[in-house]
């Protein structure tokens, strides 16, 4: 006599992977990516890229997040030291082997692939300092910000001689905020921008010129219109000509007709402005503010300090990545080169914002496995 059994049906196998997603935080990324999918559709009509190439960036980052949203916190923070020593490594690496490209020694070529190690750190910084931090709770003492912070600087350092000085201040803010939320007092968080500001005048001669020439343009873009000052002048003319209402879905003049360069990566917010004007832009914002309040409102209720500091590191990473985008294509900060998350087209930041937003599913759902 044989004995079968019913196999149950694949969503009913499924079931376990995705049960104790948090809800919340999956609607507001889905609201971005759906924002993203509107504005590149027609960014992307005159750049010669195929929007199918986007949707393929789009598969493989859920493919990335619905990953890392399976490994528990515990299993991150193990393995916080070998990714953050991976990362110092392939910088050095970078140092001495790297291909130089438009005068930068960014990438390293390992032979099947071409790597930007710089990204790899935005996570695994975050991630060494809130490991860090764990292993000294409640025995955390002065020396310890000043040991979190040399793991700060030397990534930091790296990134900013080859030269990427803005991927090297987004590292640098991720472990900022690490740092804070651990118990940096304000008092030297006073000093500290005290000798920010005291320091500022003497980092102009370290610089390279370049970098000069985009702080220049900042303040006075009129000054080489058609050069050094044509992005940021096009871009504020995009958004201004947007209005209250927008110009009309692909019908945006000055994304359409190239007046803006980079319309589809560093610059995509002025498509989106051009076309859907202030409503569009205050759509965006209210994605963007219930995203970050969600992944903030994660950290408040993780159940360990690692959780707490890495969740609360990345939720601001959100908040960052907008706020110097927006900034700098509407002319109140300078050029870096820092894409609008969800909405600027490109595999590799795509990849590390959605491994940000797997690594704060994991923290939800370890906290109802906690609760219940």
């Known amino acids: 006599m044989s004995v079968t ?61 619905f990953a890392v949203a399976q490994v528990p916190p515990q299993r991150l923070m193990q393995a916080a030291v070998p990714v953050y020593t991976l990362g110092v490594t392939l910088l050095v690496a970078t140092a001495m082997f790297g291909l130089v490209r438009k ?21 695994a910084v975050p991630l060494m300092l809130a490991w860090y931090f764990q292993k000294r709770e409640g025995q955390i003492r002065v020396k310890d910000f000043f040991i979190a912070t040399g793991l700060l600087l ?65 303040f006075d873009p009129q000054s080489d219109p058609l050069g050094k000052g044509f992005n940021i002048i096009q871009s504020m003319i995009a958004i201004g000509s947007g209005g209250v209402f927008g110009q009309g879905y692909l019908h945006g003049t000055q994304a359409h007709l190239n007046f803006v360069p980079e319309s589809h990566t560093d610059f995509v917010f002025s498509v989106l402005a051009e076309e859907w004007g202030l409503a569009g832009n205050l759509v965006l ?65 795509l990849t590390t914002l959605m491994l940000g937003t797997g690594i704060l599913l994991s923290i939800a759902k370890s906290k109802r496995l906690v609760q219940s």
């Open 5 to 65: 059994f019913d196999r149950p049906p694949l969503w009913r196998r499924l079931r376990p992977y995705f049960s104790g997603f948090d809800g919340p935080l999956l609607a507001g990324l889905l609201w971005l990516v759906a924002i993203g999918c509107i504005v590149l559709f027609s960014a992307l009509q005159d750049a010669h890229v195929p929007f199918g190439d986007h949707v393929r960036n789009l598969a493989i980052g859920f493919l990335v997040l």
């Open 285 to 349: 914002l209210v994605a963007y503010a219930f995203f970050i309040l969600r992944g903030l409102m994660i950290a408040a209720g993780a159940p360990t300090l690692f959780s707490r500091l890495l969740a609360a590191s990345i939720s601001l990473i959100f908040f960052l990545y907008a706020f110097v985008n927006m900034g700098m294509v509407s002319g109140i900060l300078p050029v870096v080169g820092v894409p609008l998350p969800f909405i600027s087209y490109g595999g590799t930041a």
């Open 103 to 123: 005068g930068a020694r960014r990438w390293l070529d390992l032979g099947v692939t071409v790597v930007q190690p710089s990204e790899i750190m935005k996570i």
């Open 154 to 218: 030397l990534p930091v350092a790296l990134i900013a001689k080859q030269p990427d000085l803005g991927t090297a201040l987004l590292v640098l803010s991720t472990g900022a905020f690490v740092i804070f939320f651990a118990g940096l007092s304000w008092r030297v968080i006073a000093l500290l921008a005290a000798l920010a500001a005291a320091g500022a005048p003497l980092m102009w001669h370290f610089m390279h010129d370049y970098q000069r020439q985009r702080l220049m343009m900042l």
